[in-house]
């Protein structure tokens, strides 16, 4: 892959921002880090083949009143590689590999995303998960179970995110992270399982 199969969301009215531009320091790396890796700026790329898909799903969201947030798009591997390192640094190795996929680094090709929901009239994230739960409440169904009244909002929209983005062709990672897809319309949907 070159640079020209990359595009920045942005330029198709896609709302977005770079991860790791915005929570290097939370996560353990240095600017020159993130610099030296290539990320220069919070605007998210995608593989240009994608692009018209996230268009359809920015515009099934709005039926519902939300926007289509992606939270990271493109990661290149040197900047997997040195996230992988400070990560293990600060956290362990056992810990880190419950996050990051190293063997396919599935962001690397631009074919990845991490997506939430945006409330355009409060102009902020529409949460999926309560952060007091943890890294556990990451991933699919932890919610499922659960009766009271917050949780069963947090698995419908999970739900009903995942959904949408299946009809389109995204698969969930090999994590089970309720945010993180993959582009692969030729696999079998994954979930509900």
Request: charged fraction near 35%; charge should be negative.
């Amino acid at each position: 892959m070159n640079d020209s199969d990359f595009v920045y969301i942005d330029d198709y009215k896609l709302l977005g921002t770079n991860f790791y531009w915005l929570k290097y320091e939370s996560k353990g790396l240095s600017k020159e880090d993130i610099l030296q890796a290539g990320l220069t700026s919070d605007r998210v790329q995608i593989h240009k083949s994608i692009v018209d898909l996230l268009v359809e799903v920015d515009k099934e969201f709005q039926t519902r009143g939300y926007k289509l947030f992606v939270k990271e798009g493109y990661r290149s591997k040197e900047l997997y590689n040195i996230v992988y390192k400070r990560r293990v640094e600060k956290y362990g190795k056992e810990e880190t590999d419950k996050l990051l996929n190293m063997s396919d680094m599935p962001h690397s090709q631009g074919l990845s995303l991490d997506v939430a929901l945006w409330d355009e009239i409060s102009n902020k994230e529409v949460y999926m998960r309560k952060g007091d739960d943890g890294a556990p409440a990451l991933f699919v169904d932890f919610y499922k179970n659960k009766d009271d009244d917050e949780s069963q909002k947090y698995q419908e929209l999970q739900e009903w995110v995942i959904g949408i983005m299946q009809e389109k062709g995204f698969r969930l990672g090999t994590k089970n992270e309720y945010f993180h897809f993959d582009y692969r319309p030729n696999d079998l949907q994954n979930y509900p399982k």
